[in-house]
């Protein structure tokens, strides 16, 4: 295996401002997430949690649980229900 597909299968614990965004995730108080990547060609992650429904949207949670895993993202802003930001 290259060394390239072993980084993309490395994942690290979360840290505690992302242990608190899952937080927010279980409490039904986050709405979307946007990831600013390190990678120019990714660019920005726009990233849906909860429908107008309030119900999770599963893909999203799994593609934040990948990208903050692999800590590959400069930056982190999630939108609450009650309109404010967590950013990281």
Same mark, same amino acid.
């Given at each position: 295996?290259? +060394?390239?597909? !072993?980084?993309?299968?490395? %994942? /690290? $614990? #979360? *840290?505690?401002? @992302? ?5 927010? =995730? ?12 390190? +990678?120019?060609? !990714?660019?920005?992650?726009? %990233? /849906? $949690? #909860? *429908?107008?429904? @309030? ?5 999203? =949670? ?12 400069? +930056? ?13």
């Amino acid at each position: 295996m290259s +060394s390239s597909h !072993i980084k993309k299968l490395y %994942i /690290q $614990i #979360l *840290d505690p401002k @992302e242990q608190e965004l899952f937080k927010q =995730i279980r409490q039904k108080n986050l709405v979307d997430v946007i990831i600013q990547s390190l +990678s120019k060609k !990714i660019g920005t992650i726009h %990233i /849906q $949690i #909860l *429908d107008a429904e @309030e119900n999770f949207h599963k893909e999203g =949670i799994k593609e934040l649980k990948l990208n903050l895993g692999t800590k590959n993202y400069r +930056s982190v802003t999630g939108n609450l229900k009650d309109g404010t930001k967590y950013s990281f």
